[in-house]
């Protein structure tokens, strides 16, 4: 997970507790007091930041140190969000929901045991929560409720741009059958990777450090694929005159 109050203040956390900062030159390593993993981070200020992760940790920046916080909960918390000081929200495994007020953590009733994998929140007395199997959630400031949708992806994630323009991202690839066996099958296979996996198989989901190289990629695609058209002109059209020849008006990625 990412996030920062400004282009001198970003935080990035990933494995076993680690906690990286950028404060306009370089990245340095903040002590997390923790070895559990931590994979999403959120702050309302620069001195109030929160990061979550495995077996229920939360961590709080106060602006000298992170200090470890009771969620009261074991599960994995898989994302933190919020729309003020007094109003963060974190979610995770067994369709646990917690609430910061401003003094302490607190369950939510969300009536589901679905893992929820992401939160987001417009502003205050609305937040969307959404996780495995198409599970999503609104809260209105006083309780969940369920939000019906056409198919059942995995959702990992929720962003937007106010309270009627919202956008919601998962795992992509499809499988269909009318083999629900298979089915069942292919979803604890995708699983693999997860501290609850039940079938050995790959793990291809896509980090958030990745997404965002990615993003500075694209903006340099044209410089990219300009460089390496130039060097398979100079150094392999010389060595193998018989490559593979594009059609017209079509250049090579590679």
Do not use: C
């Amino acid at each position: 997970g990412v996030w920062g109050s400004g282009p001198n203040d970003v935080w990035a956390v990933g494995e076993a507790g680690a906690i990286l900062h950028w404060n306009g030159a370089s990245w340095n390593p903040s002590d997390s007091g923790t070895l559990r993993g931590l994979v999403s981070v959120w702050g309302a200020a620069p001195d109030d930041v929160w990061a979550v992760g495995s077996g229920g940790t939360i961590r709080h920046w106060d602006g000298a140190r992170w200090v470890a916080s009771a969620s009261g909960t074991t599960e994995y918390l898989y994302d933190v969000f919020g729309w003020s000081a007094t109003d963060v929200w974190a979610v995770g495994g067994g369709g646990v929901a917690l609430h910061w007020d401003g003094s302490s953590w607190q369950p939510t009733s969300t009536g589901t045991t679905e893992i929820l994998m992401g939160v987001w929140t417009p502003s205050s007395g609305a937040t969307w929560a959404l996780g495995r199997d198409g599970t999503m959630l609104y809260h209105d400031g006083l309780r969940w409720s369920p939000v019906a949708l056409e198919r059942e992806p995995d959702l990992t994630a929720a962003w937007g741009f106010g309270a009627h323009d919202i956008w919601a991202t998962g795992e992509g690839g499809m499988l269909v059958t009318s083999d629900k066996g298979l089915v069942e099958y292919a979803k604890k296979y995708r699983n693999y990777g997860k501290f609850d996996y039940v079938v050995e198989g790959l793990n291809f989901r896509m980090s958030e450090f990745t997404a965002a190289l990615g993003v500075v990629q694209t903006e340099r695609m044209e410089e990219i694929v300009a460089w390496k058209n130039d060097v398979a002109k100079r150094h392999l059209d010389p060595k193998f005159p018989e490559r593979l020849k594009l059609p017209a008006g079509m250049t090579s990625g590679y």
